[in-house]
């Protein structure tokens, strides 16, 4: 499996959300399989989206298009880093 594990402060989440939740059609449409969304303990504008992709090249290409800078500047997300995964090993206990 290929994951991405986004990490990124948002100016205001229920505004975010909103834009992500409007944007779930072209994530799935991009290669995006599953999603779960974490906020921080201790900061509640600070989010991480981990994700499961078809292909880090296909995230990579989306992540990265003009489309998707453009959806983060309308969502107020300031400075996403973008961890490009590969799944080495799953379980369940």
């Not at 992500?20 to 072209?26: K, S």
């Not at 921080?40 to 800078?69: C, M, P, T």
């Amino acid at each position: 499996m290929e994951y991405v594990l986004i990490i990124h402060a948002v100016k205001d989440y229920p505004a975010w959300k909103h834009i992500f939740d409007q944007a779930a059609g072209i994530r799935k449409a991009a290669g995006e399989q599953s999603y779960q969304v974490l906020r921080y303990q201790s900061d509640s504008n600070r989010i991480v989206h981990f994700s499961k992709w078809h292909s880090l090249e296909q995230a990579r290409g989306f992540f990265e298009s003009l489309e998707l800078v453009e959806i983060r500047l309308r969502a107020g997300v300031e400075a996403p880093e973008f961890l490009y995964l590969n799944e080495l090993e799953a379980g369940v206990l």
